[in-house]
C-alpha cells in the first residue's frame, strides 16, 4: 500500500512550474498519482504556491492488460480401491477348532465257509457240444457248470484236481455223465481251471456245499 505524503512547495518562477509539472507526471507512472494544485495571486508577479498531495488511487494501478492466470489441467480422478473386507474364512480362524473325525476302519465282510454236505473222489470229463440242457437252459461251454447223476439242480459242487490243488466250484444244471467210473461232466471252461482239457478225463475230489 502506498504511503500518503502531503508536500507545499513554493516556486516564484515559470520554470519552476514546469519542472513541478514533470515530477508529477513521474510519480503518477511510478504509481502515484500526485495532485498538483497551483495557487497564484490574480494577475500578480508574486511567488505560485504549489500542492503537492500525492493520492492513492488503488483503481488506476490496475494494469489496463488483463491479468494472464495459468490454467489449470484437471489432475485425474483417484478412483477409491475398493475396501477391504473379511472373508467369513478369515473371521472363523478365530474360533475355537474341532478335531476332525477320524475315518472309521473299513471292515471287510467274512463270507462263512460253505457247509461240505457230502464228498468223495470219482472220475470227472468235461464236454463242450450240446443244444440244452436237463433244467431246460441253454448250454453255455463257457460257464461253470456241471453235469451230475441225481444231485438237485442248482446244487454248488467244489472240485479239486488233486495233482495240482486246483479247485472250481460249478453249478449243477445237468445230467450224466452215463459211463461207469464217472460221476461228473464239467463244462469245457470249468475243466480247463483244473487242468488241461488235452487229459480228457481224470480222478477229482468233490465236496457238495449246502
Do not use: W
Not at 18 to 29: F, Q, R
Not at 171 to 186: A, E, V, Y
Not at 195 to 209: F, N, Q
Amino acid at each position: 500500500m502506498a504511503a500518503k505524503h502531503s508536500r507545499t512547495r513554493i516556486f516564484s518562477s515559470p520554470a519552476g512550474i514546469v519542472a513541478t509539472a514533470a515530477v508529477g507526471v513521474a510519480l503518477a507512472v511510478g504509481g502515484t498519482v500526485g495532485a498538483v494544485q497551483l495557487t497564484s495571486g490574480s494577475g500578480q508577479s508574486g511567488p505560485v504556491t504549489l500542492d503537492l498531495t500525492p493520492t492513492t488511487a488503488a483503481s488506476s494501478l490496475t494494469p489496463s492488460s488483463p491479468a494472464v492466470t495459468p490454467s489449470v489441467s484437471a489432475s485425474p480422478s483417484v478412483t477409491a480401491s475398493p475396501s477391504a473386507t473379511r472373508s467369513q474364512q478369515a473371521a472363523s480362524r478365530g474360533k475355537e477348532r474341532t478335531a476332525s473325525p477320524k475315518p472309521k476302519p473299513t471292515v471287510k465282510k467274512t463270507t462263512a465257509a460253505a457247509k461240505v454236505l457230502e464228498s468223495g473222489s470219482c472220475g470227472a470229463s468235461f464236454y463242450s457240444d450240446g443244444q440244452l440242457t436237463a433244467n431246460g437252459e441253454s448250454f453255455n461251454p463257457n460257464a461253470l457248470t456241471a453235469a451230475h447223476k441225481t444231485l438237485p439242480f442248482n446244487t454248488k459242487v467244489r472240485v479239486t484236481n488233486p495233482a495240482n490243488g486246483k479247485s472250481v466250484v460249478v453249478r449243477i444244471n445237468d445230467r450224466g455223465p452215463f459211463i461207469d467210473g464217472r460221476c461228473l461232466d464239467l463244462s469245457r471252461a470249468a475243466f480247463a481251471t483244473i487242468t488241461s482239457v488235452d487229459v480228457g478225463a481224470l480222478t477229482v475230489r468233490y465236496e457238495v456245499l449246502g
